[in-house]
């Protein structure tokens, strides 16, 4: 049977091992199986760089390589947590990166994927953070620190961002309607596929006459957005296994 896998918001860490096992599972015994894998973005709680050698990110890298050396193809987004994988990454696992907005066919539809942080147009500070930290001058010093010093900064980054999510409307850090019509209309499709919002949903615009679909994130249970040739829905992974 042909389908295709979406997940994205798995944060995986080392300090969460249920959810890296799920996920590992899941790689293993599910995504073999499949046409095609999309990661859109999020896939690490944090990603340091692709010079983290540490066991756990061995261990994640692996299962990418033994997926993409198994013949099924495997797509990456980067995430607001996960900017800076990159090439060197993509070279070891074998997994193909896109931009922020990619257009695929899916089973003869058209659909737009991305992370989904670029709808949220309403939460001003996180888009001035956002283009500080994609600024390619700023990633190039931040790559060539030393591991402990960059685990250090991220720390520091992860604390301000709980910090900052306390104190926002649930509202601004949620999609912006009229950017989701933007982009699709730009794209010219009627499907749209995304992460970052952690509020898995099937939304259907009437109005516009487009579908978007919000995966889910992996706090308490995997979220799987199965696509086949027929239908497409969202799916849920125990953590125990």
């Not at 993409?68 to 800076?84: A, E, H, K």
């Not at 991220?154 to 601004?172: G, M, P, Y």
Request: proline letters at 4%; a negative charge.
């Amino acid at each position: 049977m042909h389908k295709t896998f979406f997940i994205s918001d798995l944060h995986l860490t080392p300090s969460r091992p249920d959810i890296t096992a799920c996920f590992l599972h899941f790689m293993r015994y599910e995504a073999i199986h499949c046409d095609a894998l999309y990661v859109l973005g999020d896939l690490f709680d944090f990603w340091v760089g692709d010079d983290d050698n540490s066991p756990f990110a061995k261990q994640v890298r692996a299962a990418f390589q033994a997926l993409t050396s198994s013949g099924v193809p495997c797509y990456f987004i980067q995430g607001n947590r996960d900017f800076l994988l990159g090439k060197r990454f993509a070279r070891q696992t074998g997994v193909t990166l896109l931009p922020e907005e990619h257009v695929i066919e899916l089973y003869g539809r058209k659909a737009v994927i991305l992370h989904g942080d670029t709808l949220c147009t309403a939460d001003v500070s996180y888009q001035a953070f956002r283009k500080k930290v994609h600024q390619p001058w700023l990633q190039f010093i931040f790559n060539r620190l030393p591991m402990v010093l960059k685990r250090k900064i991220v720390s520091r980054i992860q604390s301000d961002i709980r910090s900052d999510k306390q104190t926002k409307q649930l509202e601004i850090m949620d999609v912006t309607p009229y950017e989701v019509v933007q982009v699709m209309h730009k794209h010219q499709v009627d499907l749209m596929i995304h992460g970052h919002t952690h509020r898995p949903n099937i939304h259907h615009d009437e109005v516009h006459q487009q579908t978007r679909i919000v995966l889910g994130d992996w706090y308490e249970q995997g979220s799987v957005l199965v696509v086949t040739p027929d239908d497409y829905a969202l799916e849920h992974r125990d953590f125990t296994l």
